[in-house]
C-alpha cells in the first residue's frame, strides 16, 4: 500500500528519511498518544480536499467508484481521505500518481511495508 501525504514545509525536501519516520511513527502510534499525534500530523501535513478531488477524478476519467474508492480493476483501487490517500496496489501506480501530481506537486509518497518513499514532484521531472 502506498500511502500520500500532503507536506507543508519545504523543510522536509531534503530529509525525507526524516519525514517518513515521523509518518511512520504516526501510523503505528498507541491509542493513548493519539491527541499528539493528531496534533504532530496536523503541524506536518494539510488535509486533502477529498470533495474537488473526488469531482475532478470523476470528470476525468471513468473509474467506477464506491464512496471515496476508485476502482482500477476489480482488486485494485484508491481511496481518498482527508488525511492521506491510499493506493493499495502498485499495478496502475503511475497512472493514479499522475492524477495527485496534478492536484498537488507537494505530496511525499510512502510504502511502510516496504520503507519506500519519495516525493511525487521527483517522480514526474
Not at 502506498?2 to 530529509?15: A, P, S, T, V
Not at 493513548?32 to 475532478?56: M, T
Not at 476525468?60 to 471515496?68: A, D, E, F, P, R
Amino acid at each position: 500500500m502506498y500511502y500520500l501525504f500532503i507536506i507543508k514545509d519545504n523543510f522536509f525536501k531534503d530529509n525525507s528519511e526524516y519525514l517518513y519516520d515521523i509518518l511512520y511513527k504516526l501510523k503505528t502510534m498507541h491509542k493513548e498518544n493519539y491527541n499528539y499525534g493528531i496534533s504532530l500530523y496536523y503541524s506536518i501535513c494539510k488535509l486533502f480536499d477529498v470533495a474537488s478531488l473526488k469531482r475532478y477524478i470523476k470528470l476525468k476519467t471513468n473509474l467506477k467508484s464506491i464512496n471515496n474508492k476508485f476502482y482500477l480493476d476489480r482488486y485494485n483501487y484508491f481511496e481518498l481521505r482527508k488525511s492521506c490517500c491510499i493506493i493499495n496496489n502498485d499495478k496502475y501506480l503511475k497512472e493514479v500518481l499522475c492524477i495527485f501530481y496534478i492536484y498537488n506537486k507537494n505530496i511525499f509518497v510512502c510504502n511502510f511495508d516496504f520503507k519506500e518513499y519519495f516525493w511525487l514532484n521527483d517522480k514526474f521531472k
